[in-house]
């Protein structure tokens, strides 16, 4: 699932979706409130499901940044008891640009590194200065001229190596 929020980074939401969905992965985009999500550059999406009409049986979850887009996200109770359940099962939780903010609010982040973009670190328990990064089952990164390197990590952690290796030869990364 990616939940969007009013004012999440075009960029950074587009590029998960299209490349997870290019790799034959089921994507749910999920309005965190209502079904029509306006971007923080005016972009207005039309989303898969709401937030009030779905589980939380999803194999991962991926967060795009964006302001005030992961502030929105953070202050959604759902969002966060949906990201404490998942990591409690230890599904994939992946954040990108001011969301993993989101998980150290959420708590998910306790005992794990993670990335944010530059000039956030502060928000996160342990940052790292890397443009991608994982710790066990979080996947982080940094902003929106990382968002393909990331979009493809998470392809070859949910879909393997062989599927990532195809799309970065096709998309000519």
Partial sequence: MVPLADGFEEIEASTII?????AGLHVDTIGVVGSQITGSHGLRVTVDKKLSDISDDYDAIVLPGGSPGYM????SAR???ILRKMNSKQKIIAAICGAPSVLAKAGVLEDKKATIYPGMENELPYPRDERVLIDRNIITSQGPGTAME??????EILAGNQMASRLKRDLLV
Wanted: glycine share 6%.
């Fill in 72 to 75: 929105n996200l953070g202050r």
């Fill in 18 to 22: 299209d490349v997870l969905r290019r």
């Fill in 79 to 81: 969002i966060l008891e």
């Fill in 150 to 155: 990331f979009a493809l990590k998470l392809v």
